[in-house]
């Protein structure tokens, strides 16, 4: 079968984790790089030895050999790449969240259908085994209907600061526990109250706490907080607590089965979503890029998770963001 040429859209951290990712898929082949930093693009160009190196997408949306495109941009610039690629034939992966409005969502969603070719938001956490084991137990009936979901993941001070110029803890991280919990229930998000509370003075609060309604009467808690204090062992700090009639589950992906401790202090080391095994970049993010790859390669559209789905979750934390706003709970539409 022939690899898939995939170019990756945005240099940033996480898109050279892409980079990494991509190129330890034997199915894949890293086929062209583009990011307007014309020094990155030189430096991991070099790295991955990808000579098909681009400052405008549009340009590299031209090349004929070019099958799909990982877009891994900030979550406002999206949908234009995404819905360019896929009208010029190639296939589109985008990092969560889908986009930063739902008519930016909508047009992705658009896009998709007219053009035929496929597109799939990076919704990580439905390829990490733990969220796919709870998935399981939910649909044997092992908890019987769920009636509470509770979701934590806070992260360092340190490592937010940058990010809170660009996206705020609701969005950046609750769209993630937001996405599991419409996935667990099957059920639709009727209204999201909202809590905020900044304490740096930078563009975005530093943390937020989001109750969700669903139409089945159940209620779900988003608990971010982007204030970890200096010193935390945690890069990031997740678990979670699924309540039902019948039984409960609980995830705890904090303590990722390693702890080290240097003379920096205490730190748990990702076990689960980026680690390095064998010299490659591999967990749930390598896995989630080859699903997707696979998908194309077949020919069968991702059903993992779909835009619809991810445009759901980011119709949710909108509203839980204009509920923190305004004070009052907010209607989701």
């Not at 992705?108 to 998935?135: H, L, T, W």
């Not at 019987?144 to 937010?160: E, H, K, L, Q």
């Not at 109250?193 to 109750?211: A, E, F, I, K, M």
């Not at 979750?313 to 539409?333: F, I």
């Amino acid at each position: 079968m022939k690899r898939l040429r995939t170019g990756v859209i945005g240099l940033g951290r996480f898109g050279e984790l892409h980079c990494e990712a991509l190129a330890a898929i034997p199915e894949v082949e890293l086929h062209s790089l583009c990011t307007r930093n014309l020094e990155r693009l030189a430096g991991i160009g070099a790295r991955f030895s990808v000579s098909r190196l681009f400052t405008d997408y549009r340009r590299m949306l031209e090349d004929p050999e070019l099958d799909a495109v990982s877009i891994v941009t900030m979550w406002r610039d999206h949908a234009a790449p995404a819905i360019e690629a896929m009208h010029a034939g190639k296939h589109a992966f985008v990092e969560k969240p889908m986009a930063s409005t739902e008519a930016d969502c909508a047009a992705m969603i658009r896009a998709r259908d007219e053009s035929g070719r496929f597109c799939m938001v990076g919704q990580i956490c439905r390829f990490n085994p733990r969220y796919q084991a709870a998935k399981r137990e939910i649909e044997a009936g092992a908890v019987g209907d769920i009636v509470s979901i509770y979701a934590r993941r806070n992260i360092p001070a340190a490592v937010s600061k940058t990010v809170l110029e660009k996206i705020g803890p609701v969005a950046g991280d609750g769209v993630h526990d937001t996405d599991l919990m419409l996935w667990f229930t099957g059920a639709r998000i009727v209204s999201a109250y909202c809590q905020t509370h900044s304490v740096r003075g930078l563009p975005n609060p530093d943390l937020g706490w989001t109750t969700y309604r669903f139409d089945t009467g159940a209620i779900g808690v988003c608990e971010n907080v982007w204030f970890l204090p200096e010193g935390t062992p945690y890069r990031i700090d997740e678990r979670m607590e699924i309540i039902g009639t019948k039984g409960c589950i609980t995830i705890q992906e904090s303590g990722p089965g390693i702890s080290v401790c240097d003379p920096s202090g205490w730190r748990a080391p990702d076990t689960t979503y980026w680690p390095l095994v064998g010299g490659e970049r591999a967990g749930a993010l390598r896995e989630e890029l080859r699903y997707f790859a696979r998908c194309i390669q077949q020919g069968a559209a991702p059903s993992v998770v779909t835009l619809e789905e991810s445009a759901a979750a980011v119709r949710a934390v909108l509203a839980a963001e204009r509920s923190a706003v305004s004070g009052v709970p907010v209607v989701v539409e």
